[in-house]
């Protein structure tokens, strides 16, 4: 198998995503004024609907570290003002 069909069976594999709902009792992301990303109810539908593993925010670490800089080179980059992207830095403390 080449590097091509290894992606794209890695991509297929987590192809089914959730409602992208914000609001009322069921939702799974979190507006930008509560900070952005998904709830903790998100992950875990997405998790077993994709057999992935999300994780919640990081204090701190390389994980952390990389996120904070992927995410600041979005809002760096982006034509727009990018609100969820900066909900995102604040609540991953960036």
């Known amino acids: 198998m080449n590097r091509k069909d290894h992606i794209r069976q890695a991509m297929d594999k987590h192809d089914k995503p959730i409602a992208k709902t ?3 009792k069921g939702k799974n992301y979190q507006s930008v004024a509560e900070g952005a990303g998904m709830t903790a ?3 875990a539908e997405y998790n077993a609907k994709n ?3 999300l994780q ?3 204090a701190k670490g390389s994980r952390h570290d990389s996120f904070c800089a992927r995410m600041e080179g979005v809002v760096a980059h982006s034509k727009g003002d990018a609100p969820r992207a900066k909900a995102s830095l604040k609540r991953w403390h960036c």
Do not use: F, W
């Open 22 to 24: 914000t609001v009322g």
């Open 41 to 43: 109810k998100g992950r």
């Open 51 to 53: 057999g992935s593993h």
């Open 56 to 58: 919640a925010p990081q």
